[in-house]
């Protein structure tokens, strides 16, 4: 079992920048492909970032690539998701995820993943 818990979210300029967290509870964080979602009002559900638990490869939603950043720091059981050039468009709430090792599911499907945590809210003025 995984417990996610994000923070760092609020309200941002356009072309600022802001640094989310993702704290997991559990002892097997290490193994886990985490991911990072977000959700707009009216939309569905879809995917950021990802990556994975040992080589830290890394995927990025084309939106986003070059502007954000996802990372993992195992020992602390955290996952980051730093994001610079921040637009309107990338008001939502995102959210954390937790993929485990035997799920063969797709990186980018919200499906694929485990666990969620509960969000956090971030929002970009213009």
């Known amino acids: 079992q995984v417990q996610l818990v994000e923070s760092g979210g609020g309200l941002v300029q356009a072309g600022g920048s802001r640094r989310l967290s993702c704290v997991a509870s559990?002892?097997?964080?290490?193994?886990?492909?985490m991911g990072w979602f977000r959700q707009a009002p009216g939309k569905e559900r879809g995917f950021v970032a990802t990556i994975t638990w040992g080589t830290r490869n890394t995927l990025y939603a084309d939106s986003v690539k070059g502007r954000f950043t996802i990372s993992r720091d195992n020992a602390k059981k955290t996952v980051y998701l730093q994001m610079n050039s921040l637009k309107p468009e990338d008001t939502a709430v995102y959210y954390c995820?937790?993929?485990?090792?035997?799920?063969?599911?797709?990186?980018?499907?919200?499906?694929?993943?485990?666990?969620w945590g509960q969000g956090t809210q971030v929002t970009v003025s213009s």
């Open positions: 559990g002892n097997t964080f290490s193994n886990y492909v």
């Open positions: 995820a937790a993929k485990a090792p035997l799920n063969g599911g797709s990186y980018y499907s919200v499906s694929s993943y485990d666990y």
